[in-house]
């Protein structure tokens, strides 16, 4: 059986950049790759790269479990577990640095940009691409699903595969990145110039999806657009309307050419109060479930069974990649 990867950080609440960016992607990706079996977990190690409060990612890491669970994932084909109980996450990590340029880390994008926010730098942000690249070369994924931002990373990680493979003949499977055609970066409702992101100090960028259907609403209908009053796409003259477009087509799977020739006559008022709408309807069995799994001790067996069954991959690669470095006593 192929294997799917990918993972999130628990480093707040989840906002629906990251759901059409990833979990809807998963969601699809597990009822149409039905020979597949999905990895999926959530990136705790990743979170601590820059200080974290321990009850507060105890809190987000359940929060998250049950969003995944919540959006609509099936048990079936799924291994969903906490990166940090898996140890061979941190030793394939270290393995890798050994296989990784510091130009190629410096080269990073993300890595600059939360760089410059930090008062002092971990070693840790800087060498995250590694614990990435192990995530998914340990599971040999085939695919990751991720949004726009991260491929940089699975470049890296594809680069990093090879490196090593032309040394220990296709050691790993070489992944291949799935970017939604749609949704890939979701921007900040505030200031469309810039990603939603779950870290942004002003709560009116984004949607959670856990708020209130009025406090969605209130979001959209203030979400910065221009004074044109013309409804098309044009990313560069009008990224606040783009934006929403983007935002109705992921959650419609439409494309932006359909939406578009929906609303050419229409008015903005029309256009954002539509959009609420269908984000409410959208977001509300979302809801639901959460509030039902948060209660139940359905989450911990889930997370106990996933991380049975990631162990055993996982430390068997991990072993197997130290016995061709030649590392420890040949057994
Ligand atoms: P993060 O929340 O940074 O751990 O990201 C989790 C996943 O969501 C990654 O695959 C990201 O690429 C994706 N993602 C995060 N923010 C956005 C956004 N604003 N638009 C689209 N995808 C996103
Ligand atoms: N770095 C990713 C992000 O910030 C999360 C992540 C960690 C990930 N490990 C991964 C995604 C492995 C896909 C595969 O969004």
């Known amino acids: 059986m192929k294997h799917i990867v990918s993972g999130i950080q628990p480093t707040g609440s989840i906002n629906i950049g990251t759901y059409l960016g990833s979990i809807k992607n998963f969601v699809a990706l597990q009822n149409s790759y039905k020979d597949h079996h999905f990895y999926l977990f959530i990136a705790d190690l990743h979170a601590i790269t820059i200080p974290k409060d321990r009850l507060k990612l105890r809190k987000m890491i359940k929060e998250l479990a049950a969003i995944y669970l919540a959006c609509g994932l099936k048990e079936e084909r ?25 130009g190629e880390l410096e080269r990073m994008t993300q890595y600059k940009d939360k760089a410059q926010k930090q008062a002092s730098v971990s ?8 614990l990435m690249a192990g995530d998914i070369l340990l599971y040999d994924a085939e695919y990751v699903p991720v949004g726009d931002d991260q491929k940089q990373h699975l470049e890296l990680t594809r680069d990093i595969a090879q490196r090593i493979n032309h040394r220990f003949e296709d050691f790993f499977k070489v992944p291949k990145p799935l970017i ?74 439409e494309s932006l050419a359909a939406i578009e020739a929906a609303y050419q006559d229409k008015t903005y008022q029309t256009f954002k109060e539509d959009l609420a709408t269908l984000v409410i309807d959208h977001l509300r069995p979302i809801k639901e479930r959460y509030q039902e799994l948060i209660k ?8 106990e069974k996933g991380r049975i069954e990631a162990e055993k991959i996982a430390r068997k690669k991990v072993m197997k990649f130290n016995h061709k470095l030649g590392l420890g006593r040949k057994k």
């Open 78 to 102: 799924l291994s969903l577990f906490i990166q940090s109980e898996i140890p061979a996450h941190s030793q394939m990590s270290y393995l890798i640095q050994c296989f990784t340029y510091m």
């Open 123 to 130: 070693s840790a942000l800087f060498t995250y691409p590694t």
């Open 180 to 253: 939604p055609k749609v949704g890939a970066r979701i921007m900040s409702l505030a200031d469309p110039t810039v990603k939603m992101s779950k870290s942004d100090a002003n709560v009116k960028s984004r949607i959670e999806l856990l708020d209130d259907d009025n406090i969605i609403r209130k979001r959209i209908m203030s979400a910065v657009t221009d004074s044109e009053g013309k409804i098309y796409y044009d990313k560069v003259n009008k990224p606040g309307l783009a934006n929403l477009m983007t935002l109705m087509g992921a959650v419609k799977n």
């Open 296 to 303: 139940s001790d359905k989450l911990d067996d889930i997370l």
